[in-house]
């Protein structure tokens, strides 16, 4: 009766045990819900308890026996923007302020002209005031450094953005670093993105489409802690933060890029695979684990003379393989385009809030 009574105790211990495993594993991969600067750190965070929200279940099927659930990016990021207009609002009304976003532009490619307009009319929408600096191609270096330190200068001015790829007799980071950091609300200053990879260290701010990318995971229920994430490429702009910030979010991550024997094997193990390589249709389905979730970053324009404009853009993924293979996937367009607007709307509220102790 002894030896059954105390085996029972510690089979419920045990039960108990990985009851909490759970919950805590939980609430630390949805910690970004709680957290206005949607970083989780790299340790417990002190006086830490589970909420109801932490304790959501995955929502995902991971089986892979069905047609992968597209996570709509578009839809998400609209959510994003209303909450962020809600609160621009009640800044406004409270203390006579609005949050001030300048972007820099320099040159004509197409498609930064187009984000730039996307990123005005985004500001526009909410009532964000931003204000817009052009610069011709051929401008000198200290033109820009010159614009950047003077709207570093304009307290009503709480972030500031450089379209990036810059012209190449540019030198970045020179640019980068003149920005006012409290400002930088792209996350490319050197200093955000040395303390994004330091444990104990936070960052004002995460870079955009990163930031999009892990806000689509958690707000689809997809668990990050524990799994193995496979980043492809290792741009500044979206390879290194995101898998700095997988880590922040306790998964295992590689990275694969151009010069890495067999991407395909090593992608194939992943839970969680971040294509950011900028390849039209790189990752095909033997490139891809059964349930696996899959976040497209790419956006690649190509020909196509049936559609309005003459092309259309195709990401980094061949959806139409992968969408039999995977759990869950983003569409391009409308998965990680408009999360990277969204969270460039999030970082500037966040940005004047900070400047004007609001909360
Ligand atoms: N200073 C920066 N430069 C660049 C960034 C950045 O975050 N900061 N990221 C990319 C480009 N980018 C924003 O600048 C960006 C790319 C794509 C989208 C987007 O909404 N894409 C839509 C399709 C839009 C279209 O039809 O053309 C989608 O995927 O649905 C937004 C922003 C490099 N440079
Ligand atoms: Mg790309």
Not at 50 to 68: E, F, H, I, K, Y
Not at 130 to 139: A, I, K, R
Not at 293 to 315: H, K, M, N, Q
Request: net charge negative; glycine share 6%; charged share 20%.
């Amino acid at each position: 009766m002894r030896i059954i009574a105390i085996m029972k105790s510690i089979e419920q211990r045990m039960a108990a045990a990985w009851r909490n495993k759970y919950i805590i594993r939980r609430a630390l991969s949805t910690q970004i819900l709680m957290s206005p600067q949607s970083l989780v750190s790299l340790d417990f965070p002190e006086n830490w308890t589970p909420t109801p929200d932490s304790l959501r279940p995955p929502t995902l099927n991971c089986s892979g026996a069905q047609d992968a659930v597209t996570i709509d990016g578009k839809l998400i990021a609209e959510d994003i923007r209303s909450t962020v207009a809600t609160e621009v609002k009640r800044m406004k009304e409270a203390i006579g302020k609005v949050p001030g976003l300048a972007v820099i532009l320099v040159g004509q490619r197409r498609d930064s002209q187009t984000y730039v307009r996307n990123k005005i009319k985004a500001c526009e929408e909410v009532g964000i005031k931003s204000l817009f600096h052009e610069l011709p191609e051929d401008c000198p270096q200290d033109a820009v450094v010159s614009a950047v330190s003077s709207f570093s200068e304009d307290p009503s001015i709480h972030g500031i953005l450089v379209q990036l790829p810059l012209p190449q007799h540019l030198d970045e980071v020179k640019i980068l670093n003149a920005l006012r950091l409290e400002k930088d609300v792209d996350g490319f200053h050197p200093m955000n993105m040395g303390n994004l990879a330091m444990r104990g260290r936070e960052p004002l701010f995460i870079p955009c489409a990163p930031k999009g990318c892990i806000e689509l995971l958690i707000r689809s229920g997809v668990e990050i802690m524990g799994k193995n994430a496979v980043v492809i490429g290792r741009s500044n702009v979206v390879g290194l933060p995101i898998a700095l910030l997988l880590q922040r979010h306790h998964a295992t991550v590689s990275v694969v890029h151009v010069l890495t024997d067999n991407p395909e094997e090593i992608t194939s193990e992943a839970d969680i695979v971040v294509a950011a390589a900028g390849v039209p249709n790189l990752v095909r389905s033997n490139w891809l684990k059964p349930g696996a979730v899959v976040i497209d970053v790419g956006t690649c324009p190509v020909e196509d003379p049936s559609s309005e404009y003459g092309y259309r853009l195709v990401g980094d993924v061949c959806y139409e393989e992968a969408v039999k293979v995977a759990s869950a996937i983003t569409p391009v367009p409308g998965g990680v385009g408009p999360m990277t607007i969204a969270m460039l709307l999030t970082n500037t509220l966040d940005s004047a809030k900070r400047a004007y102790q609001f909360v």
